[in-house]
């Protein structure tokens, strides 16, 4: 395909960059064009995903009529003070998939299909199947979480909210899996060729990069990142870990649109350790459930010898 190869058989996800002489050697390019990529993808989130969630934002505001300024908009776009907002930043992080699928086939020169998984291709069964009993376990710990569930009291223009939530929440967490488990996650583990070490710094990228928080509030995400990077490896692609987060995404987001607001929710910076613990324990649960679904439908967990099962 164009001069695109194929991943070795017999490899783990996170490992799908490899490339080897003919000695058995990793090539010093394969790494170094790894590294590129990191950089590359990283520099891209910071200074050109927030353009196109801009871009996104000026878009809808003219649709809208061009109602008060446009840096309104752009503020509600960043902050989710508004449906259409919420809808251009949830959109414009979610063109960053395409990003990672060019980095992955014009720099690393792998065919695009082994990005989602070692099947290759995304398996959507899995995907979809896993959406409900990981929202189902998250929700059971949360309500462990908190003394009483909070009261009904929905935002302004909540139904538009639940409408954005249910349609782009899971676009915005496939995003953040295709940058921190997919391309990020297989760059590094190919590059220094162990897998648990690229669980342990894609998490830690993953974390850092949700902003200002205090000390329960990253070990929580960096957790998360964990079990998502073990979750990505034991069952051979991004679907499951991408369906934890969105419900997770989903599940936040609409008890915030119906108790106080989904900005409030994005601007958390504070958490305590019994929250941190409570939150952990239903990623724990919800991976264990997606886990025991992979095995159970036989999801390929190392790339095959030849790619006949695409």
């Known amino acids: 395909m164009n001069g695109l190869r194929r991943p070795a058989k017999g490899l783990p996800y996170s490992l799908l960059l490899e490339d080897f002489d003919a000695q058995g050697l990793p090539k010093f390019g394969a790494i170094g064009r790894c590294l590129i990529g990191i950089f590359v993808l990283i520099v891209s989130f910071i200074l050109i995903m927030p353009y196109l969630v801009f871009a996104l934002a000026a878009l ?24 259409s907002g919420m809808l251009a930043r949830h959109l414009g992080i979610g063109l960053m998939i395409g990003l990672c699928y060019l980095i992955w086939v014009l720099l690393n020169r792998v065919e695009g299909r082994w990005l989602a998984s070692v099947q290759p291709g995304f398996r959507w069964r899995l995907a ?14 949360y309500t462990f979480s908190v003394p009483s569930l909070p009261t009904w009291n929905p935002q302004d223009n909540w139904v538009w909210f639940l409408v954005v939530i249910l349609l782009t929440s899971p676009i915005q967490a496939a995003a953040e899996e ?17 897998k648990w070490a690229a669980v342990v710094v894609s998490a830690l990228f993953f974390a850092g990069f949700h902003g200002t928080q205090n000390l329960p509030l990253f070990v929580d995400r960096f957790g998360f990142g964990l079990i998502s990077g073990a979750l990505v490896i034991l069952t051979g692609g991004l679907e499951c870990s991408i369906a934890a987060h969105a419900a997770n995404n989903m599940l936040s987001f609409a008890i915030a649109a119906t108790t106080s607001s989904v900005a409030t929710a994005l ?34 967990t190392e790339t095959p010898a030849s790619s006949s099962r695409a």
């Open 60 to 83: 809808f505001w003219v649709l809208g009529g061009a109602q008060g300024p446009i840096e309104q908009a752009f503020a509600d776009a960043q902050a989710l003070n508004t449906p």
């Open 128 to 141: 979809l199947l896993g959406l409900f009993p990981a929202a189902v376990a998250m929700f059971l710990c």
């Open 178 to 194: 295709y940058i921190f488990r997919g391309y990020l996650l297989n760059a590094l583990g190919s590059a220094v060729r162990n």
């Open 267 to 300: 601007a958390t910076s504070q958490a305590t350790w019994i929250n941190a613990v409570w939150d952990l324990a239903g990623w724990l649960l919800a991976a264990a459930v997606l886990l025991w679904l992979a095995r159970k439908l036989n999801a390929a």
